[in-house]
């Protein structure tokens, strides 16, 4: 067969024992390394957060790499649909608001934001997930998970949050004109804490956007993947989302790919 396609027999041989190329070897590992890095975020990680990690373990290695790899593999992070509720077409009473889309902070307890997100159970129905977030790190630094929207799910949520952070004086909490933070029994607990209390304007969802994103990131990593049996198990799963992952693993590239709870440890000086 050499002879008549005119190959020298060396090259036929050599063609059998051709040895693994340093690129083929380094794609390997990388492959392997992001396919645990995407198994350890439950595959909610995509190619820029994978990349990030890859940089700090010591990767010299290319976005446009990551991406080919991951394609290669068919490795991508889950998307769904977010739940779209119906919103209320009552009318709506104006409120002051104080942070007019301005989210910039120079340290953390500055300004904090507020709002409630459905969750669906198959034996309980809708129930309501109340959080609050600080602007300044994106943590999740209070939350409430009931069975009823009410006004005591949201000061369980805020009053969550103030026992944990002891903010100082000059703290704007905004939310948007829900009847849950409109209400007089809201408004006079938010000044017993000397908060000064912010809303969006009516049918404005930018004013709120932060909050509204954690809510949408969290339908689509964790709410979405799954189907609640009941409320406990819910709350079970929001507790792990929020606390296991969010807060303490998850990165977060709008401030420098660090995780919530590794910046407020920096800013509060915790080795």
Request: glycine fraction near 6%; aromatic fraction near 10%; hydrophobic fraction near 30%.
């Amino acid at each position: 067969m050499c002879d008549v396609l005119a190959i020298p027999r060396s090259t036929y041989y050599q063609s059998c024992h051709k040895s693994e190329s340093n690129r083929d070897r380094e794609n390997k590992e990388l492959t392997e390394r992001i396919k645990s890095i995407h198994k350890e975020s439950h595959e909610r990680y995509g190619a820029p957060k994978i990349h990030q990690i890859l940089k700090k373990e010591g990767y010299t290695v290319s976005l446009k790499r990551v991406q080919r790899l991951m394609k290669k593999e068919g490795i991508r992070s889950i998307t769904k649909k977010k739940f779209r509720p119906q919103f209320n077409k009552g009318k709506v009473i104006e409120g002051t608001n104080l942070l007019k889309q301005d989210f910039s902070t120079t340290t953390i307890n500055q300004k904090w934001v507020g709002d409630i997100t459905y969750i669906h159970t198959l034996r309980n129905g809708w129930c309501y997930l109340a959080s609050v977030m600080d602007l300044h790190t994106e943590k999740i630094i209070g939350y409430s998970f009931g069975k009823s929207m009410t006004t005591e799910l949201v000061m369980k949520a805020l009053k969550n949050a103030y026992d944990t952070q002891k903010p100082g004086k000059d703290l704007i909490f905004h939310t948007d004109l829900g009847s849950q933070y409109t209400s007089d029994k809201f408004k006079n607990y938010v000044q017993s804490l000397n908060i000064q209390q912010s809303f969006s304007r009516k049918g404005c969802p930018y004013d709120n956007a932060c909050i509204e994103s954690f809510h949408a990131v969290l339908k689509k990593e964790e709410v979405n993947q799954v189907q609640y049996l009941d409320y406990e198990s819910a709350r079970l799963a929001l507790f792990k989302y929020i606390e296991g992952w969010y807060n303490h693993k998850r990165i977060h590239g709008s401030i420098s790919y660090k995780t919530p709870q590794e910046l407020e440890d920096q800013i509060r000086g915790i080795a």
